[in-house]
DNA sequence: CTAGTGAGAGGGTGTTAGCT
DNA sequence: AGCTAACACCCTCTCACTAG
């Protein structure tokens, strides 16, 4: 019993690590090694350590460093999903995130612990309550994505407008068209030219960043 | 071997009609 | 009038092929 003289609800913080690969949205998950909900497919995510952690900003950061080994681009909180989410406590509350990643980043980092897979297309063998934070999740990214530079997150340091294109296609599901596209991307003045070409087997296309590191990971 | 040429693919821009 | 979507077109590069 703790100061308050009533039972505490175990606090955990989870991740949606999201990326893209073969332009579909993918989420990266891991088997559970302990119980409960051994085997099963799940998030990144721990329990809160109270003594080490100073919010639950921290503590997701934490998480996602020992279980990645780097932080991502961009974090941001999605919600609280809470209630009797598995069959080990009664009630447990998950501050839940999502982070958005280069598949590159993710794959040199990820030392092989991870799977990836379609968000629109998820295993049936997902642990505790991560579907609905899954869903959650792509919604939060669908819709932000369609007034903002969020999908830059998911794209290298340096990209081609195409590249970028695709990236708006893929996490919004629609086609765009490139002249009104390129167009408003040039309006939003949010990318500067780096200088550089990429080279392949067309014309070389410009490399691009983005001049503004949006919103973020106040750890870096 | 080298230079010229055309096809193909992707980068980039201009124009116009429709809507608010 | 201003914005947006849609379409068309040109530009630039690589590659494959061919003739000298």
């Not at 609800?9 to 088997?31: C, S």
């Not at 063998?125 to 999908?151: C, G, M, Q, W």
């Amino acid at each position: 019993m703790n100061v308050f003289e009533y039972p505490l609800p175990v606090t955990t913080v989870d991740a949606a690590l999201l990326t893209l690969r073969g332009e579909r949205l993918h989420v990266a998950l891991h088997r559970r090694e302990n119980i409960p909900e051994q085997g099963k497919l799940a998030l990144p995510g721990g329990v809160i350590h109270i003594d080490e952690d100073v919010d639950t900003d921290a503590a997701v950061l934490r998480v996602l460093q020992q279980k990645t080994g780097f932080i991502p681009r961009y974090i941001e909180q999605l919600r609280v999903f809470s209630g009797k989410r598995d069959n080990r406590w009664d009630w447990s509350v998950s501050v839940a995130y999502i982070a958005l990643v280069p598949l590159a980043d993710l794959e040199a980092a990820g030392k092989g612990v991870f799977h990836f897979y379609d968000v629109d297309d998820l295993p049936v063998d997902l642990a505790f309550d991560h579907r609905r934070i899954i869903a959650a999740a792509v919604e939060r990214v669908r819709n932000k994505s369609a007034y903002s530079t969020l999908p830059c997150a998911l794209l290298p340091e340096q990209f081609t407008l195409t590249q970028l294109q695709k990236t708006y296609e893929a996490v919004l599901q629609v086609k765009l068209d490139k002249a009104n596209f390129r167009r408003r991307i040039d309006a939003m003045g949010c990318v500067i030219p780096t200088g550089e070409f990429q080279s392949g087997m067309q014309r070389p296309a410009k490399f691009y960043r983005f001049e503004n590191v949006m919103v973020f990971n106040k750890a870096l």
